[in-house]
């Protein structure tokens, strides 16, 4: 059989490393069809000259950008049969990524935990990006429900494993250049809002909403290399319980981003991924909205010229952010589709 169906639940084995294919150098090219997606209005990632001015090189690739790549490496062999994406943990952002680097990924099975049901396991990973030198670049945890091929089939071993409620700020921004905060031009950058004007516990409605298309994700899905099955195939999307294509939860994630830029356009970096969890799907058509909330603040070590915030970031669909709509009970309110936590980089 010359064709890869995909791993199934009982195919993975804890300690596993599994080594993906295939290396993507991404040129500015990628960072134009990403801007045409998403619309992202960060400074920092939209101009060479304001970069340098700030400390860069030049303009480093957005943060999302890496991680979508990195990401989609992964599916292949990590989640070709998921049934959902469930969350992440433990992500750092290890230094900043430039157009005509090479990435390439690989994936440690960490936990592995099979459904009551028996039809599917998830299966918990560690996924690292690194460059053409085998620098790393990004780690992230996630973990994804995968179907089992055999409802049968016994599996190995178990375990669940122990991750960090949150990646801890002196973890943080290793491998940025030194910057020049006074550089940084408020004007241009498109918000006078530095560090020390926000504080532990602030919520901020982003105010904006964008509609999703059909094209748009499928797109996105592509330029990422990101082959899973329920992004794809409308035809076998029939038979689901949705009846239809799911779109990335990495799509709602950047949109997120990108709409989080009216009330935070100097969180010019993603330094950390705390937490993340998708609460419901999306589908094309519907419209993303999304509102922040202050976690915490926090310095850097030996670092003067910039802090960071830790943000949580609630997007809901088809329903506008004035009135934050959060977590309801035990549940969350029917709207909302994501809930990351994270930290941001501003200049002081």
Request: hydrophobic fraction near 40%; aromatic fraction near 10%; glycine fraction near 10%.
């Amino acid at each position: 059989m010359k064709t890869n169906p995909g791993r199934f639940f009982e195919d993975f084995r804890l300690g596993e490393t599994i080594r993906h294919a295939t290396p993507r150098t991404v040129t500015t090219g990628d960072v134009a069809l990403y801007t045409a997606l998403y619309g992202p209005r960060f400074a920092v990632q939209s101009s060479d000259a304001f970069a340098a001015a700030f400390g860069y090189a030049r303009a480093p690739l957005d943060d999302l950008l890496v991680f979508h790549v990195v990401f989609g490496k992964t599916v292949p062999d990590i989640s070709l049969n998921a049934v959902a994406n469930l969350g992440y943990a433990e992500g750092r952002f290890l230094r900043p990524v430039y157009p005509g680097e090479t990435l390439n990924s690989v994936s440690e099975v960490i936990g592995l935990k099979e459904s009551s049901n028996r039809q599917t396991g998830v299966v918990y990973v560690r996924s690292t990006g690194t460059d053409a030198q085998g620098e790393a670049v990004l780690s992230y945890c996630r973990w994804v429900l995968v179907r089992k091929r055999d409802p049968e089939a016994a599996i190995a071993e178990e375990a669940v494993p122990s991750l960090a409620k949150a990646v801890a700020p002196e973890d943080l921004a290793r491998g940025l250049p030194p910057l020049n905060a006074q550089a940084y031009d408020l004007g241009l950058a498109g918000s006078p809002h530095r560090f020390g004007d926000y504080a532990a516990g602030e919520r901020i409605d982003h105010v904006d909403g964008m509609t999703v298309e059909e094209a748009e994700h499928q797109i996105a899905t592509r330029l990422f290399q990101n082959t899973a099955k329920v992004h794809f195939d409308g035809f076998a999307a029939k038979d689901t319980r949705f009846g239809k294509r799911l779109i990335y939860g990495g799509h709602v994630i950047s949109l997120a981003r990108a709409l989080s830029f009216n009330g935070l356009g100097n969180a010019f970096s993603i330094a950390g991924i705390n937490a993340g969890r998708h609460v419901a799907p999306l589908f094309s058509g519907d419209t993303v909205y999304a509102w922040s909330e202050v976690l915490a603040t926090a310095d850097l070590p030996g670092r003067n010229d910039v802090g960071a915030l830790r943000l949580r970031t609630v997007a809901t669909k088809n329903q506008p952010c004035t009135a934050h709509p959060d977590k309801a009970g035990e549940g969350y309110d029917p709207a909302v589709i994501l809930d990351l936590d994270y930290w941001a980089l501003m200049p002081r």
